[in-house]
């Protein structure tokens, strides 16, 4: 019986702030051990039930050491990042059963903290990878995650490509997709027979596997993106063969595929097509083998499509009908700059500064190629036209410079090395301004 004179009421601790939840999960973790249920009985607490902000918690039919094991993996960590939910572990005992046999162990439980849809992702992403901990392969999706799941195919034999030696490739991809990415285990009945009839038709036994990809809806189409440059650049032409990647387009956030110019994917590195799309058109855009990864909303999509059919229709003659709201035009510019290298990267680097995407085209009604146009497009060129001068203004210093470089016939090596030893003198002069400016200024201050 409990004395009460040794009985008194606990302190009470104010806590603000956004991740208020997270913290007080924290703190009441840190009794757990002293005193089994304090986690537990966060989930009868009336005041963690809200919508907004509460606590969910369930059994996991897991072992305690796998418990022990995912709390010390990098995934746990990478669910919470994903979700947005707190997660913590504590073990429920288990009342007897029937009386004259003993009691059970201890049951692991997890507490899932957030907002209603964090909390209930956070519980579904532990689930999952606890349960592949379990059986120690692959797991299958649960129905509860079917409609908040992405689920993408992709050769077999590059499952061990993206989840990479110790799991390196996949920890990487999640973390800069801010996503869960969980390779799902195979099932005969599940495959699509259409997609094997193609396969089959083009002599092909290729063995496809999904992944799951969790996380928000603009996270999944990012690593989707991703993870399908990774397959393409291995297995060219593999998205072209997906039925189920070919009609997903959707209204809302969804990805897409188009195919690029092959001169434009041997100039890649140097151009960086990828980073001028994804900062013109706000799209994620991802290229590999001559093709373009495209994930965002339907209007940003379809922007990015009209830019890429300019840049590849630029390559051989004009594009008519460019909308003027959002380009930037100079005219006569010599061919021959165009297939400098160190022009290419300079102007890439100066598109990937002012979000937009830069490529060249023949003049109107030209038919002997004797001058091209330098081309600017994107949304913040409509947004704020009045950039548009200084972004010509640059575009011309470089053209300057790149038609200097090629009466000298410099390598790419000798243009870059003779346009750093200009912008240090430049910055020197700067310097020795702004000291002589400064000293002067001192000295009829002293007078």
């Known amino acids: 019986e409990m004395v009460l004179s040794r009985v008194r009421r606990a302190r009470s601790i104010a806590i603000f702030g956004p991740r208020r939840l997270a913290a007080a999960m924290k703190i009441v973790a840190a009794f757990e051990e002293e005193s089994t249920g304090a986690l537990g009985a966060l989930h009868d607490n009336p005041y963690f039930q809200g919508q907004r902000l509460g606590v969910i918690s369930e059994e996991l039919p897991v072992k305690a050491d796998v418990v022990q094991r995912l709390e010390k993996s990098p995934f746990l960590k990478q669910i919470m990042l994903a979700t947005g939910s707190s997660i913590r572990f504590f073990m429920k005992p288990a009342g007897t ?18 907002s209603l849809q964090e909390r209930w992702r956070g519980l579904q992403g532990v689930k999952i990878i606890a349960l592949g901990m379990e059986e120690k392969r692959h797991p299958t999706l649960p129905p509860a995650l079917l409609g908040d799941a992405r689920r993408v195919s992709i050769p077999t034999d590059m499952v061990s490509v993206v989840v990479g030696k110790r799991m390196e490739s996949l920890l990487e991809l999640m973390k800069s997709t801010n996503t869960v990415i969980v390779p799902l285990r195979e099932k005969a009945e599940e495959k699509d027979m259409l997609f094997e009839m193609i396969l089959e038709d083009t002599g092909s036994e290729q063995k496809t596997s999904e992944i799951a990809i969790l996380g928000e809806p603009s996270a999944q189409a990012l690593a989707e993106v991703k993870v399908r440059s990774i397959v393409e650049k291995h297995h060219p032409g593999f998205a072209e063969k997906d039925v189920n990647f070919n009609n997903q387009a959707a209204a809302g956030f969804g990805v897409e595929t188009m195919l690029l110019e092959s001169e434009l994917e041997l100039i890649e590195s140097r151009i960086e097509l990828a980073k001028q799309l994804t900062g013109a058109t706000g799209c994620s855009v991802e290229i590999a083998a001559s093709r373009a990864f495209i994930a965002g909303m339907k209007t940003a999509r379809a922007l990015c499509q009209e830019y890429i059919c300019w840049v590849n229709n630029g390559l051989q003659s004009h594009v008519p009908g460019l909308k003027r709201q959002d380009t930037a035009i100079r005219c006569k510019v010599d061919p021959e700059l165009m297939d400098l290298p160190w022009l290419q990267q300079q102007l890439a680097r100066l598109a990937i500064e002012t979000s937009s995407v830069a490529f060249w085209d023949m ?28 972004l010509l203004a640059k575009a011309d210093a470089l053209i300057s410079k790149a038609e200097e470089y090629k009466e000298k016939k410099l390598s790419f090596e000798e243009c870059c090395e003779a346009d750093k030893a200009a912008r240090k003198e430049q910055a020197e002069e700067v310097k020795g301004l702004f000291t002589n400016r400064f000293q002067e200024a001192w000295w009829e201050d002293r007078n």
């Open 97 to 114: 059963a029937e009386a004259g046999k003993s009691r059970k162990r201890s049951v692991p439980c997890v507490l899932a903290g957030g």
């Open 363 to 390: 003049e109107e009604g030209d038919t002997s190629s004797a001058s091209r146009r330098l081309i600017f497009a994107g949304t913040v060129i409509a947004v704020r036209p009045g950039v548009v001068a200084g």
